[in-house]
């Protein structure tokens, strides 16, 4: 008996060294919430490849922006690789003054707005009071509470159009504005860069003479307070992650053409960029 206790003794005290040798433990758990936005979905699976390469567990959460703000301030989840700055998310950052942290700059040249196909034959939000009929009186909209619903309710009173905001998603979005695109049909919906739509159909972003829509932004990666202590190593590795207009576009473009599963999309992005995603590892030791 003593000696098969000091055989699983032994066995146990070899697994704990290896886990050790190889900076973490089993229990290393990184939760990362998104929503179902097309450069959110892309850099969050991003994100969970790359770590799991590193040996981390990677668990996701999907969810509307309001309650991933939420169970970050609240801690029951670590990192949003999707926060727009200054504008679309300033309000969070309020509610939840000095329960986040930003951990680095994913992209820097980010812009809200409303979207119509190129075929459609006005250049300002300020026209549309004048087809009210031809987009049927609707923009479509995406999730309920998002920064750029936000400014789209400003928008309609503002430039006094007659027209109902849709509560949608992402994805249902893109499929409206598919179809209408196919049937050459008006329609306006809101709308962000970067994102794979621009790089599918003929698009322009209207231009916003009031600039309630305001500058370009930048995208960050955040994280509940504390994470930068608990997880040195993680925070510094998203920090570094930091895409280029063709990188990012790319990125999406991979996942939204894909036949098989996101993460296959990414693991050959990855091998294809491997440079880059090389250039992201923190030297430090985990």
Not at 251 to 275: C, D, F, H, P, Y
């Amino acid at each position: 008996m003593k000696k098969k206790q000091t055989i699983l003794f032994i066995a146990w005290l070899m697994a704990m060294m290896t886990l050790a040798s190889c900076g973490k433990l089993s229990d290393n758990k990184i939760r990362i919430a998104y929503a179902n936005w097309a450069e959110g979905i892309a850099v969050t699976h991003l994100a969970k490849e790359i770590l799991t390469e590193q040996g981390y567990r990677v668990e996701l959460l999907n969810a509307d922006i309001a309650p991933i703000f939420t169970s970050l301030a609240r801690g029951k989840t670590d990192v949003f690789m999707d926060s727009w700055q200054p504008v679309t998310h300033a309000d969070y950052f309020k509610k939840y003054n000095g329960k986040l942290e930003i951990l680095g700059q994913v992209y820097d040249s980010a812009r809200i707005g409303l979207v119509v196909p190129a075929y459609v034959p006005i250049r300002s939000i300020e026209e549309l009071s004048r087809y009210t009929d031809k987009f049927k009186g609707e923009i479509v909209g995406i999730d309920a509470g998002t920064g750029i619903m936000k400014c789209t309710e400003r928008a309609i009173p503002e430039y006094g159009l007659n027209y109902e905001l849709m509560i949608s998603s992402g994805p249902a979005m893109t499929a409206l504005l598919d179809k209408a695109i196919r049937k050459g049909e008006w329609i306006v919906v809101t709308g962000w860069t970067p994102h794979w739509m621009f790089g599918r159909y003929d698009l322009k972003v209207l231009s916003d003479p009031k600039n309630i829509y305001g500058d370009s932004e930048s995208i960050h990666t955040i994280a509940r307070h504390g994470f930068s202590l608990a997880q040195p190593f993680v925070a510094e590795l998203l920090g570094n992650v930091h895409l280029t207009d063709s990188q990012i576009s790319s990125l999406m473009s991979a996942i939204a053409q894909t036949r098989g599963t996101e993460r296959e999309a990414v693991k050959e992005w990855i091998r294809q960029n491997r440079a880059l995603v090389d250039s992201w590892i923190p030297q430090t030791s985990k």
